[in-house]
């Protein structure tokens, strides 16, 4: 038989994909040529985060991601993605000042950007604004664990949960997610028994992003995939290949070929007629 030809993927999707116990794949992607490439080959879901900005812009932390920067990732992604449900990133203190400005910044996400849905570093304390979103009807992609943006116990690039008090916090920022209305929560960089708590504890999906293999799905980010990026991959990321020693190659030849005059090349030039040339020549003097 023929394969069942693809679908956009959905939510209800995820949460089916959830309670059979299929795994959820996703990518961060943040250019259309990234998208294109990866929705041919088939992910459920692509995010759009502060690592793109940082990634590709050179910013040191996320706070300093802009939201009109991830609008610009979010447009490259949704223009030439079919298949795969996109998530917008809300940048810091664009969630945390008050209910209207939440569910604007939102809207204005997937209204403008063309995402499905927007995430959103969740804590108990913007749990109210975050359900203010959902009860807007803009579906959220939370994300819990590693936060470099508050100064608490999350603070910093460091492993998260690995008290009880800790972990227990973690916990209650998933509870008070799903409560708040959020379709998934991904975790990140906590240990993966906290990860299997929390899949086996929500009814909703847990992506892992560097924080083990019990999750219902896992995530990473393009850069670290492929090695592109100004800064240095962290350590629980995966690396499948390193296009910097390819693309320095390239750029090193290219350079060369154009100082010794080898490029561009003959087969690479284009001649006018010499007719055109020779009228040319004389309308000039």
Known sequence: MPDAPRKKVSIERLL??????????????????????????????????????????GHQAATTVRADELLFMTRAVSRVTRYALIVATM??????????????????LVSEGGADCVQCHGNLQTAEFIAAITGA???????????SVRKTEQSGFGLKGRTADAAKRIVDEARAMVDAGAFAIMLEHVPVELTRTIREMVPVPVISLGSGADADGVYLVSADLIGYSVFRKPATAGQFADVKPVVEEALKAYASQVRSGEYPSEEQTKHMDPEALEELRKSIE
Do not use: C
């Open 16 to 57: 089916t994909m959830k309670e059979r116990g299929d795994t959820i794949v996703a990518l961060g992607v943040y250019d259309s040529p990234m998208a294109a490439w990866a929705d041919s080959i088939g992910f459920e879901i692509f995010v759009i985060g502060n690592s793109g900005p940082m990634s590709l812009f």
């Open 91 to 108: 940048p810091y203190m664009s969630y945390a000042a008050s209910r209207e400005e939440s569910v604007r910044t939102a809207a204005w």
């Open 137 to 147: 009807g803009v579906p959220v992609y939370a994300h819990l664990g590693l936060q």
